[in-house]
């Protein structure tokens, strides 16, 4: 047939026929073609795996072109204005919140740095769940943050498309999808228990289809067109879903489709059945019933009937659903009309695979698609929930959702024309209440057998996992916009239905006081109680709440204010609650309350509504305060510690509850909501309420002792202090009382500064913020910055000694401290006590250090806001009865030493006294006459009005009080009426006393007044008169049954008014009689000084004498009673009764202050014994201090050196038997290696263009050299001329102190024994000082002997040059010959000598100690050791700043062990001999005769002139026998200088033209024979000229090589500069031996002195010598024989070897010995040019893009961090190139992190951030994502580090990387 003969055709050829046949007119026969090869082609029966059909597919789209070819044409058609990059999971995106409109706005990388962002408040971040670019979609941002591709409208000029280039597509596309969609079908099996469904498996077979259209996708607008066509397309769905009708297996196929969707409703279809009528089956779920009653009539839903839940819910109102729902859809099985929706059926099915919803997410830049697509979601809604809850990978699947939800919700046109036209608002509703409904159970809150109640169970997955997060998110975001949020909150029926949902968090996470045992099991519940209460109830509220902020949005807040008071007393009856809180127990959400408070706030504050308009009875208001009240209580008791047997969890809820995200959705309304009451109900029931919550009413009694029925002793004071804290708080806090926004932001901002310094982002999140991200305060807005700037200055990151980084920390600024500090909000705002305490300690050392007070101060008074006049009515409680009697009686239990009080207690009084002082009610009038004898019902005070009542005196006082108390008077006086219930409110005129003063105050009860108010509204309120009494309120309560002693009542006197008790107080506190004097008698002004004080700082005297003045202003009936107070007193003497317990006082206040000067005296006494025992322990230092003997006098005694032992502490000399050692760490190290010839520091490459050379470094450059030596000269004679080490070299360290070998090693033992984890391996020998700590991993042992060289070994002596160097030489053939002292064959001390020289040789890697071609050689070895002492040196220079002009005994001097590291190594170099006919000082000193160069090997000899000087000196000074004669190491410096200088003439004539050397070698040959030509540079450099020229080619190959590097002139000055600076390197490693080996100082010089003045020292000058003359370089030199024919043996041998190699010569001979100082790679200033560079970059290794991208900071290198695609061997690649880089010395910057970690060894550790942003803090992990900048400073730290190896002692943490990193 047809279609088979086109089948086997090649494809393209096919193609290219069949798009001809269908651009015909006439097409039919075309059509009927390709629908046969296509049937052919997408068998559905085919295995899906199999690609033939895809490249098919791609053959026809073309339509005979190549396929890359059509999408380059495609994609020129691309009319898509936005970008639309989808991402997934981790990719890297930016947010711009000055751009984006709406929150989620986010950009890819590309937009952002192509759009012009400089200034925003941008950040980048690692996405969570994956995103889209926003950028050119003006309903999400700005037009202004476009980039510059997508601002253009670039639609307008793109071609149309030609209709034939698409036509393939259009009928090919759908046949494809219908394909997938069959394979979908087919693979997909319900869950069954029994099997493991594998939808991975299917998914993974269609990758490459659901790729391929994928790649559709991308390519643009026109692609993504047609395929919006194909799958909105009703009818082509209608044609190819079913399949045709002969067709099995599609018919089958349908039949799984079909039987799949049956569960997608949220009614199945079985329950469906009963729906018509209202009789429901009673299993069925609460929300069957919304399906019902959506799917009946909507007057049929209407009728309420109770019924009983199948779930023993118990009673549940039905909840009715809006009518306008009357389409049941939500409940409904799903139907499909299209592609798309059938597509998106089968996401949700297989739970969200990626590449599907990338797919779908990829076509939202086509309008057309976005709408249908958003319906179609929108649609699916409820059976997205349904497949969320069943999901076991649910936080997956939750990310997914997410991705495509914010993607369609957070544009605002979609989201309103959705909520139009789909019922958007009613599903979701509807969703989340059937979702919550899961998980509900009983409410076990207040009465737990008769609840109704049902909450949710925190336990659940539901909840404990966030499952609910992605449809709550959605909510939020929705409510986000205005038109939807209106629409909510116009739709009552939805509103009550919130309400409903919002009730299920009511009282949710109920926690029980455990009496007896601690609790078994803690549970973790409440971390999911809190989140969900702030993301389901908190998070929506906010939302609404910002839409209602005008006047013209006060009938929303009417409505809402309604529906809470509505559903909170449908959830009072539910829980049936009269007006008893459940004892031990609380619940921390209240959700109702909440709202119903925060939207009276905004009603208040922003809508100009009346609050009574919105308030419920009084009734109601004293349901409403009890929950809130108990919370606040119950905080106090968990402070208590009388929640502690329900474990730690229970601490955790209070802190959560006030931590800074939560405290303005729960604390904040709460306290708000008992404001509102407080200031609504009467202030008497109020006060007394709260004290009896806090269950400290039995405290407030006058007498000395009481019990308290359900208190401890230990618990009644932080409870009392605790109430009155409670009420502080209560009357001065006003966040919601009239504050403005920007006064609650600084408020908040004093507080948590005053707390503790807080770098930037930490304050960010401690500003409790609006959690809606509309709301208009963003963080990091310009409110926020302002604000910082004005209360706070900004400490810059500083380092201290410690090396421990600190970030950028803001601190309140000075007046700050003086006039905002408010230590009420600090107290509200603290998770942690101590944090209050803190608080209070700055504050006093501000007071200290400015000079306003030295003493201990009090918390300040702080005047506060003025009220909003709706809450004017708070200031009762200030004035009432209650309050005052219980601050009378803490006044005079103060006065009188009561148990159980506090400073604290007293402060509060005083505060409320002072409160109540500066607000005065507005009725009553400023003299007010005492009032009239009728008014005072209970004898305590006349009125309410706390200024009359400063100065009532109150007589006597009944109490009740235990039998065994000191009060008890055995007969009780005739003048007490015995009938004194505790509850009798008689004013108790008793036995015809009506005299005034004998009045008695009878006992007040608290308890009983309360009851008493509460009677009396209910009463008014229900208009019965009857006066029942409730039967819980009878007498018994009061005696504890089993208490031992009785109560029984008794008369004080009292005669106190509180005034009176004020002043006694004050002359308490300040222990000394008459002490207050009213101030206003001598000073007359002193009350308008008082009055323009806000603010005040003091202790109790100065808070005493305040209120004492106040209370004088306002009342000149106070002013003449404090006058009369002041007259009379006398010492307070406090009743007789009391003496006993006083005496008891007095002796303990004598005792406690004995025991105090005890204290102070031991104190003092181990002070100074500390002090001396750390002077001796700073005074054990190395050899070298003993310097500062005389070094003049050779007849001094020579004394041995002492050394102390930190371990045992004796001091002793080392001796051969028992040796002592200095602490020592050895660490290879490349730093020398590293170091460049230029200054110009090596930049980071960060970009593709720049590079790193590594071949300029000093150890590269040594390496080729001694490579090329090695070619052509003999090996033994290389490897005694150059040093190694450059690279891997061990530098050895000290801290200075010294240790017995033995007790080392018991040290050692002990240590590994001790199984503490420590940061060291001490298997390797690592152990930290005993005395210092401070790391290390050797002992090096001390030589027996005098510390240094002294006496005659010191002497300059006066023998002429060539009789030293004949001493010098016979020494040398004495190599054997050591002072006897260590000749004796295997002492210890030798015996540690060779174990440290086996640990230097451990320490560094085998390849930097093998150089010899021959492995295993003795020269080998040789060569290591020497250079061990030139690495040393060296890396000494370099820490001195690379020249020895500051001289002196540097820094490191006196912890330098160079003196015993060169004598272990001597004693080691002595095995080896060198022989004496290749012995260089043969060569140095003597003229050898030609015919003697007949050599048995055939390679010569290293000539000398290419042989490095210092290396060279090392060697001599280590193999001679020791100690050495100052004279000897002189004549060898000399006669080395000689060679030095002859090379840096050869090396200056290289560099000259022919012409010019020509000249040099004529003008010098004239002074030739003048007397002093020797020493005489032109004569030397003319002589060198003319040996050199000698050899034929010598100088030509220098002309090539060198010609460019000079085009200046050479002058006689330029040229001695030029030899000096030569020679400078040799003079100063030399000066630097012998400053350690003779203990000589250096002296300090100016740079240009520098070389003169090492000249000196080292003796090539003579001591006459000044220094301020100039010298010049050749006026050092001294030869032994004469120079020119010395000159001429070392030319020869240079030109002799050139004849043959000409290039290698010039380069072997001109080498600088000049090396600027190691640094780091120069790093750029902006992290984010690092960061775009490398996040991205693909590893050179394994060519992919690390997970962990690292750069080493030394050499650039781009690295895999904990790689295992890079791992050879078991190392990990950053481990590895530590090794080879650093020598085991890594370190690298995190490129992720922005970290830097640094390894040395087998350890790691972080080292901190080199990169902060504006703020001075470090961003680890890139978390917040702010641009970041260079720190300098920290960056010279590290720099600083890495070259004087102080890692390991700086860094504390350490830990192993197992070599893993």
Not at 39 to 48: G, K, Y
Not at 240 to 245: D, H, I, R, T, V
Not at 1256 to 1275: E, I, P, W
Not at 1691 to 1702: L, M, R, Y
Request: with cysteine; proline share 5%; glycine share 4%.
């Amino acid at each position: 047939m047809m279609a088979a003969s086109l089948l086997r055709r090649d494809k393209k050829s096919t193609a290219a026929h069949l798009k001809a046949e269908l651009n015909r007119t006439d097409n039919s026969s075309g059509v009927l073609q390709l629908q046969e090869l296509l049937d052919r082609v997408f068998n559905p029966e085919r295995p899906a795996g199999d690609t033939e059909a895809l490249e098919w597919c791609k053959a026809l789209l073309a339509g005979g072109d190549g396929f890359e070819e059509f999408c380059k044409t495609v994609r020129s058609y691309d009319n898509a204005t936005l970008c639309g990059l989808v991402w997934t999971a981790n990719f890297v995106a930016y947010r711009c919140r000055t751009c984006g409109i709406s929150p989620c706005m986010s950009l890819c990388a590309e937009c952002f740095n192509n759009g012009d962002h400089t200034g925003h408040d941008f950040n980048m971040f690692r996405s969570q769940a994956g995103g889209a670019c926003d950028c050119g979609d003006s309903n999400v941002m700005r037009e202004s943050g476009f980039c510059r591709r997508h601002r253009s409208k670039t639609g307008a000029n793109v071609p149309s498309v030609p209709r034939d280039l698409l036509l393939m597509s259009e009928l090919v596309l759908p046949r494809f999808i219908i394909c997938i969609v069959q394979y979908l079908r087919e693979g997909y099996s319900e869950p069954d228990p029994s099997t493991e469904r594998d939808l991975q498996k299917v998914l993974q077979q269609l990758e490459p289809q659901i790729s391929f259209l994928e790649e559709l996708t991308k390519m643009g607008g026109a692609m993504r067109t047609v395929l919006t066509k194909i799958l909105t397309n009703q009818q082509t769905f209608k044609d190819l879903s079913m399949g045709q009708e002969e067709n099995v297996y599609a018919k089958n196929n349908y039949d799984k489709y079909l039987s799949a969707l049956k569960s997608s409703g949220l009614v199945s279809s079985e329950e469906k059945a009963g729906a018509g009528s209202l009789e429901q089956p009673s299993g069925a779920g609460a929300l069957s019933i919304l399906g019902a009653a959506a799917a009946a009539s909507p007057d049929d839903s209407a009728k309420e009937e109770d019924r009983d839940g199948g779930q023993g819910l118990g009673q549940r109102k039905r909840v009715k659903l809006s009518s306008s729902t009357k389409d049941p859809s939500i409940m409904d099985v799903l139907k499909h009309k299209c592609f798309l929706e059938e597509l998106l059926f089968w996401t949700i099915k297989y739970e969200f695979p990626q590449k599907m919803v990338t797919f779908l997410l990829n076509m939202l830049p086509d309008q057309d698609y976005k709408i249908a697509f958003t319906k179609t979601f929108v649609q699916h809604y409820a059976f997205i929930m349904k497949t969320l809850m069943k999901s076991h990978e649910s936080d997956t699947m939750s990310n997914r959702i997410v991705h495509i939800s914010v993607q369609l919700f957070s544009n605002e046109e979609l989201a309103r024309h959705v909520t139009e036209e789909c019922q958007l608002l009613d599903i979701m509703v509807t969703v989340l209440l059937y979702m919550m409904e899961s998980c509900l159970i009983k409410s076990e809150l207040q009465d737990e057998e008769n609840s109704r109640h049902v909450v949710v169970n925190c336990g659940e997955a539901l909840l404990k996992n966030n499952t609910y997060w992605p449809l709550v998110s959605d909510f939020i975001n929705i409510l986000s916009h205005q038109s939807v949020a209106k629409r909510f909150l116009e739709d009552h029926s939805l509103l009550m239905l919130w309400m409903s949902f919002v009730s299920f968090f009511q009282g949710m996470n109920l926690n029980k006081r455990e009496l007896n045992e601690h609790v078994e099991f803690e549970s973790q519940t409440y971390y999911a109680a809190f989140a969900a209460e702030l993301e389901a109830c908190a998070q929506p509220m906010w939302g609404l709440l910002t839409h209602c902020k005008v006047k013209e949005t006060q009938e929303y807040t009417k409505t809402v204010v309604r529906y809470c008071l509505e559903t909170l007393q449908m959830w009072f009856d539910a829980i049936s609650f009269v007006d008893e809180p459940a004892p031990n127990q609380v619940t921390f959400h209240l959700p109702l309350h909440r709202y119903y408070a925060m939207f009276l706030s905004k009603a208040v504050k922003c809508q100009g509504l009346d609050l009574d308009t919105l308030l419920p009875d009084q009734e109601m208001l004293m349901k409403i305060m009890v929950h809130p009240l108990q919370i606040q209580a119950s905080l106090s008791e968990i402070h208590s510690n009388m929640w502690v047997r329900n474990g730690l969890q229970i601490k955790g809820q209070a802190m959560t509850y006030v931590q800074s995200h939560f405290c303005n959705s729960m604390i904040d309304p709460d306290i708000y909501l008992l404001q509102v009451c407080a200031s609504r109900l009467d202030p008497d029931y109020f006060i007394s309420s709260v004290f009896e919550r806090f269950k400290v009413v039995d405290m407030l009694t006058m007498a000395s002792q009481h019990q308290n029925s359900v208190l401890d002793s230990e618990q009644e004071r932080p409870m009392l202090e605790g109430a009155l804290t409670f009420l502080v708080i209560l009357l001065s806090l006003r966040i919601h009382l009239g504050m403005a926004d920007d006064e609650i932001l600084r408020a908040e901002m004093v507080s948590q500064l005053c707390m503790n310094d807080r770098t930037h982002s930490s304050l960010l999140d401690l500003i409790p913020e609006n959690p809606n991200p509309k709301s208009g305060i963003v963080p990091g807005s310009y409110s926020f910055e302002a604000m910082l700037s004005a209360v706070a200055d900004f400490k810059a990151p500083v380092f201290e000694p410690g090396g421990s980084m600190q970030q950028g920390m803001y601190t309140p600024k000075a007046e700050v401290w003086e006039k905002e500090f408010d230590p009420i909000m600090v107290i509200l705002r603290t998770v942690y006590r101590r944090d209050v305490q803190s608080a209070m300690d700055r504050y006093s050392a501000f007071l200290k250090q400015s000079g306003h007070f030295s003493g201990n101060p009090w918390p300040p008074y702080k005047e506060r806001t003025p009220l909003h006049p709706c809450y004017k009515g708070l200031v009762r409680l200030l004035h009432c009865k209650t309050l005052h009697i219980v601050l009378f009686t803490l006044l005079y239990k103060i006065s009188m030493d009561h148990q159980n009080m506090s400073e604290h207690v007293l402060c509060m009084v005083l505060y409320l006294i002072e409160l109540g002082l500066d607000n005065l009610l507005q009725e009553e009038r400023e003299e007010e006459e005492p009032c009239i004898e009728e008014h005072c019902h209970d004898s305590w005070f006349p009125g309410t009005n706390l200024i009359s009542n400063l100065n009532h005196v109150i007589n006597y006082v009944r109490v009740r009080v235990p039998e065994t108390a000191p009060e008890v008077k055995k007969e009780p006086p005739p003048s007490t009426s015995t009938d004194c219930s505790a509850f009798s409110q008689s004013s108790g005129r008793s036995s015809g006393h009506q005299r005034e003063n004998l009045r008695t105050a009878q006992v007040f009860s608290l308890v009983a007044e309360r009851r008493r108010k509460f009677q009396e509204i209910i009463n008014r309120s229900s208009g019965e008169a009857s006066q029942a009494v409730r039967p819980k309120s009878s007498a018994t309560k009061w005696v504890p049954p089993g208490s031992p002693p009785q109560l029984v009542t008794e008369i004080l006197e009292i005669r106190e008014s509180m005034l009176s008790l004020l002043v006694k107080l004050h002359h308490k506190l300040s222990a000394k009689q008459n002490s207050f004097y009213p101030p206003w008698l001598e000073d007359p002004e002193a009350f308008v000084k008082l009055d323009s004080i806000k603010y005040s700082h003091g202790d109790g005297i100065t808070a005493i004498e305040r209120i004492l003045t106040k209370a004088a202003i306002r009342s000149r009936q106070n002013r003449r009673s404090i006058q009369e107070i002041c007259r009379k007193i006398s010492p307070p003497v406090p009743p007789k009764k009391n003496s006993p317990a006083d005496k008891k006082t007095m002796d303990k206040e004598e005792r406690r202050q004995k025991a105090r000067e005890r204290q102070q005296k031991l104190l003092a006494e181990f002070a100074s014994r500390q002090k001396s025992f750390m002077e001796t322990a700073m005074d054990v230092e190395s050899p070298d201090a003993d310097v500062a003997m005389d070094l003049g006098s050779s007849e001094q005694q020579v004394s041995e050196v002492l050394y102390d032992c930190v371990i045992c502490g004796q001091s002793g000399p080392s001796t051969d038997d028992r040796p002592t050692g200095l602490v020592v760490l050895l660490q290879a190290s490349s730093v020398l290696g590293h170091r460049c010839k230029s200054t110009e520091l090596k930049k980071l490459p960060t970009s593709d263009e720049e590079r790193i050379y590594p071949e300029d470094t000093c150890g590269a450059a040594n390496d080729v050299r001694l490579a090329m030596l090695q070619r052509f000269f003999k090996d033994s004679s290389c490897l005694q001329s150059v040093s190694i080490g450059w690279e891997g070299g061990v530098y050895v360290q000290t801290c200075g102190h010294t240790l017995h070998i033995d007790c080392h090693k018991s040290y050692m033992e002990s240590l590994r024994n001790d199984q503490v984890l420590q940061g060291f391996s001490v298997d390797k020998g690592e152990f930290t000082c005993p005395l210092c700590r401070q790391f290390a991993n050797s002992v090096l042992p001390c030589r027996p002997g005098r510390g240094v060289e002294l006496g005659p070994w010191h002497a300059h002596s006066n023998k002429n040059i060539v009789t030293l160097v004949k001493e010098v030489e016979e020494l040398q053939e004495h190599l054997g010959t050591f002072p006897v002292s260590s000749i004796s064959s295997e002492s210890n001390l030798s015996k540690e000598m060779e174990s440290l020289i086996k640990d230097i040789k451990n320490t560094t890697q085998k390849k930097y100690m093998d150089y010899s071609k021959t492995p295993g050689s003795p020269d080998n070895d040789f060569l290591f050791m020497y250079s061990v002492a030139r690495t040393n040196l060296e890396l000494e220079l370099v820490h001195r700043g690379g020249d020895l002009c500051c001289g002196g005994a540097s820094a490191a001097a006196k912890r330098s062990c160079l003196n015993q590291l060169f004598h272990v190594m001597a004693m080691h170099m002595r095995l080896y001999s060198i022989d004496s006919a290749y012995n260089p000082w043969t060569k140095l000193t003597q003229l050898t005769h030609k015919d003697l160069k007949i050599c048995d090997d055939d390679r010569p000899e290293v000539p000398m002139l290419f042989r490095d000087v210092p290396s060279l000196l090392i060697i001599f000074v280590l193999t001679m026998p020791q100690p050495l004669r100052k004279e000897h190491f002189t004549c060898i410096v000399k006669i080395l200088y000689t060679l030095q200088y002859v090379h840096a003439i050869t090396v200056l004539s290289v560099k000259f033209t022919p012409e010019e050397r020509l000249a040099w070698k004529t003008s010098g040959a004239l002074k030739k024979n003048t007397c002093n030509a020797e020493k005489c540079s032109e004569t030397l450099l003319s002589h060198v000229i003319s040996e050199l020229c000698k050899g034929k080619s010598f100088y030509e190959v220098a002309n090539d090589e060198l010609s460019m590097l000079t085009s200046s002139i050479w002058s006689p000055q330029s040229i001695e500069y030029a030899l000096q600076q030569f020679c400078l390197p040799f003079l100063r490693i030399t000066s630097l031996l012998q400053h350690h080996l003779y203990g000589d100082d250096l002296p300090s010089c100016l740079r240009e002195e520098e070389f003169s003045v090492l000249a000196s020292c080292l003796g090539l000058l003579p001591s006459t010598f000044q220094p301020s003359i100039q010298s010049s370089s050749a006026s050092c030199l001294e030869w032994s024989v004469s120079a020119f024919d010395l000159i001429s043996q070392w030319c020869s041998e240079v030109t002799a070897f050139a004849d043959a190699q000409k290039k290698h010569a010039v380069t072997l001979l001109v080498q600088d010995p000049h090396w600027s100082a190691p640094h780091l790679l120069h790093l750029p200033e902006n992290y984010n040019t690092i960061f775009q560079y490398y996040h991205r970059k693909a590893c050179t290794v394994c060519n992919k893009v690390p997970k962990d991208p690292a750069l080493c900071l030394v050499c650039g290198t781009f690295v895999c961090l904990k790689g295992l695609c890079c791992k050879q061997q078991s190392y990990c690649e950053c481990v590895l190139h530590s090794q080879h880089c650093g020598a085991a010395t890594g370190i690298f910057l995190l490129i992720n992190a922005s970290v830097i970690i640094i390894i040395r060894g087998h350890r790691f550790c972080l080292w901190g951030s080199v990169y902060l942003d504006a703020h001075g803090e470090e961003d680890r992990d890139l978390r917040r994502g702010k641009p970041l900048y260079l720190c300098e400073e920290r960056y010279r730290v590290l720099e600083q580090q890495w070259v004087s190896h102080t890692f390991d002692h700086i860094n504390k943490r350490w830990g192993p990387h197992y070599n893993g990193l």
